[in-house]
């Protein structure tokens, strides 16, 4: 009756995390009483016991231990203290037990359902999940990056019921929810995140474009709000949504409508080069394309494309981006305007900070 009480208290209108609490409310109630009754039962008949003995041998008693350095010596302690103390202990023992479990149990199902809110910082969002494989290739380039390696990444699905089992052992976070729904972008905590990847929610339907030009336009309105810049990067099914997606002000728009087709085009022409483009689009071997905002200023292109070839550093300076437009190869006489970007291609983006230190000391000289 005593115990069914209890656990009518600890159970009622209670969350697990709660009734945690609630049973270690109890516990050191139960603990203190215990104590209590023990001393002045047996404070006459053992000699030295103080109240923290007592204290002491009702813990040990509840959580069944039992050390046998203290036991009572009394009728009462024995049957009036003791005896309640076994039997409260037992119950209240596995009781927390079985709520820590549950609340183990039901933390790792609320995760892999997507049903608990974010609070990792600097991660990665992708929204929507096309496919097992167009994911996985993702993590797989992210990973290959020194600077990413380490980041967690926080999958946003209503497709899903629960994250695939390949995802959770690669430590993919899981929320469960619409995209296009602030709501769920919070619980992603996409305000605090390193940035976002928009893919269509069914590959190869252009229809799924106007989602993806919802997600990107609720982002940049959440960015707006919050003074907080979200760098975000989506793909487009057809390339006649392009112009509706660059309204949304997204950082970064993919086609994928004719890249394959091109592809297969260059590979006519000249076989084996689709192993070049490949390299040049992934992280995992070889030389990358990194676009470096330079404050090199009034400098021929030229003259910047033979210091970089003099440096020591193994790299390439192939293109410039001006007003916009993206010009690879462009001509020797070329100047070098503020705002203009300079077309990269080297092992790591950093390295062309030494070549950019070293003209501006000449310039200084």
Request: charged share 20%; proline share 3%.
């Amino acid at each position: 009756m005593f115990l069914q009480l209890i656990r009518k208290f600890i159970s009622r209108r209670s969350d697990t995390s709660m009734r945690l609490w609630k049973i270690l409310l109890v516990a050191s109630g139960l603990n203190l009483l215990f104590g209590v009754g023990f001393y002045f039962a047996e404070r006459n008949h053992q000699e030295g016991l103080t109240f923290i003995d007592s204290l002491w041998w009702a813990m040990v008693t509840m959580t069944t231990v039992g050390y046998g350095d203290y036991f009572p010596q009394t009728f009462a302690g024995r049957f009036l203290i003791a005896y309640p103390c076994f039997i409260v202990g037992i119950g209240l023992l596995g009781y927390l037990l079985a709520s820590v479990t549950e609340t183990v149990l039901q933390r790792v199902s609320l995760k892999r359902k997507g049903a608990m809110k974010l609070s990792h910082k600097n991660h990665i969002i992708i929204c929507n999940y096309p496919s097992l494989d167009k994911v996985t290739q993702i993590l797989d380039e992210l990973q290959a990056n020194s600077s990413y390696a380490d980041k967690k990444v926080a999958l946003i699905s209503n497709e899903l019921d629960e994250l695939p089992s390949a995802l959770a052992k690669r430590g993919v976070l899981f929320v469960k929810g619409l995209p296009t729904s602030d709501e769920t972008l919070y619980q992603a905590n996409v305000t605090e995140c390193d940035g976002v990847f928009v893919l269509p929610a069914v590959s190869g339907d252009p229809a799924s474009d106007a989602q993806t030009y919802a997600i990107g336009s609720i982002i940049e309105l959440i960015e707006q709000e919050t003074g907080t810049p979200i760098k975000t990067v989506v793909e487009l099914v057809s390339s006649r949504n392009l112009r509706m997606m660059e309204r949304a002000q997204t950082d970064g728009i993919i086609l994928a409508d004719g890249i394959n087709e091109r592809m297969i085009v260059q590979e006519f022409f000249y076989p084996g080069i689709r192993k070049t483009f490949e390299q040049l689009i992934t992280s995992r071997e070889g030389s990358q394309f990194y676009i470096h905002e330079t404050s090199l200023q009034s400098q021929r292109f030229v003259e910047v494309q033979i210091a970089t070839l003099q440096h020591p550093v193994n790299m390439q300076l192939v293109g410039i981006i001006k007003n916009d437009r993206h010009i690879l190869n462009p001509p020797k006489d070329t100047l070098i305007d503020a705002g203009d970007r300079l077309i990269i291609l080297a092992d790591k983006a950093e390295d062309f900070l030494s070549v950019e230190r070293d003209i501006q000391l000449k310039q200084s000289a």
